[in-house]
């Protein structure tokens, strides 16, 4: 049941208003400022060269039509200065560069950004390192350094700061390094990505998994592949890259491979390159039950001039960082309030519908975005690496598109977050402006709450909350079996259907797609390595699974049992 302090909650913060105010003033309110739409206007000058562009600009964050990502809405137009939300920095078997990289991170974080890392040239376990024919060392041991110094660098920031930590399948130390966060609480500040070659998905989809993979360490292909196995149905980690499907989509080859990304693994990037991110609302492209793709197209060009003017504006926490980024030009221009978008149109997220109605979406804001960065190549010039890209025609940036998990900016758009489908429709949020809040999903507030008593409207709430779904609910007269096909949250949705989601938008989107596979807490782990497995034969770049329940410390959660 619920208590009286929680029914008070509801009766706030149903809406998601409060938590936006209340996200808006911890996080983004520089001196000065009263609301939202001061925000608005220190960035747009900041970012804008002209004042249309200015005018441009404002209007659409004002209309929460588009936003940045959080490091510019904080940082645009203050002495900081730095807008970037992705950063790759790589790290070398030295100790001095391993300290610098360390350093580098921490000048990131504090700004707000977000840190990738590819650990594999730091040697195994055992082996002599650089500094001392005695010492040794390992990737778990150097990246316990990095998650400390991330530790203390967060006390200072108004973002908690994140870090993705990768390593590639054929390490010595892989084995470790997947059971780093078999104990949760270990590594917090991190992410943990494998990143897996098709050559190592051919051995496991071909069931030849009893070969060994690793000569020096004799550790077989099903070995390696149950440790991954084992800890996704865990805890969650590690997630999985595909090398090959990474750099399949490399514009820049002659620049080198790509192994790493940024936290969320929806940017893949070359050491020292950074990005910027802004994501367009499609719940708001919705016109009399259609989809407005004039406006959408004509959106799209101008987040991508937005995101492109950043790059010049922008003040690099290193020297390293701005000549990476500036050679490339990369930017990631993604979505957010996908499902919020199904549900005016009336289609259930795991539909047919909706999954060609995504793919076509992805497909035009591509589109839109090439035709943009061709009309500001005409105008300015390509990015630099151009003659050597796979570009055919001239391009001011050499990747445009990425899908990121929108966490905090879709709360202050009123928005559901990245492509992901609804986690609960009534839920618990934690982790926010440090406190805790109880959210009601708006479209179904708007739509349970006029059609119900009050009383029977509470009820639905509670059993929502406890379950995590409406399908479970009996009384037809509290919902039809229509409204359980449209009202369909993210453990009503089947592993391949979420997968065939990722795999719609990944098939237009140049660098990659960040989401979360949710599966229920019976999942198996036959299930996880069939998902797996689709998910890399569908084209995915990379992938998180979650089991429902297998951490304690979670940011969205239901209500807690009583024992």
Known sequence: MFTGEEIFVWEIEEGLDFLASETLKARYLREGEKDWEDVCERVAKAIAVTEEEYLDFKDLMVRKIFLPSSPTLMNAGTELGQLAACFVIPVEDRVEEIFDSIKTAALIQKTGGGTGFDFSKIRSEGSPSSCSEDATSSPVAVMKLFNEATEIVKRFGRRRGANMGILDISHNDIL???????????????????????????????DKAGEVWNRQTSVTVEHIFSEIVEGIWRNGEPGILFYDRINRDNFTPALGDISATNPCGEEPLLPFEACNLGSINLSLFVIDGKVNWDFLREVAGKAIRFLDNEIDKNTYPVPDIEAATKRTRKVGLGVMGLHDMFLKLGLPYDSREALELAEKL?????????????????????????????????????ALTAVAPTGTISILAGCSAGIEPVFSWVYRRAQTVGREFMLVHPFFRAHFKSKLPEADYNRLLEHVYKYGTMQTVENPELVSEEEKQLFRSALDIDWNAHIDMQAAFQRHCHAGISKTINMPYSAGKEDIKQALIYAWKQGLKGLTIYRTGSRQHVVLSLQKPEN
């Open 362 to 398: 992805m497909e035009q804001v591509t589109w839109a975005s090439i035709r943009e960065s061709r009309k500001l190549a005409a105008e300015k010039e390509s990015f630099p690496e151009y003659e050597d890209s796979t570009w055919e025609l001239p391009m001011r940036n050499a």
């Open 176 to 206: 470790s390094f997947i059971r780093a966060k078999h104990v949760e609480g270990e590594l917090s500040n991190f992410n943990l990505s494998v990143m897996v070659s098709d050559a190592f998905m051919e051995l496991v989809e071909t």
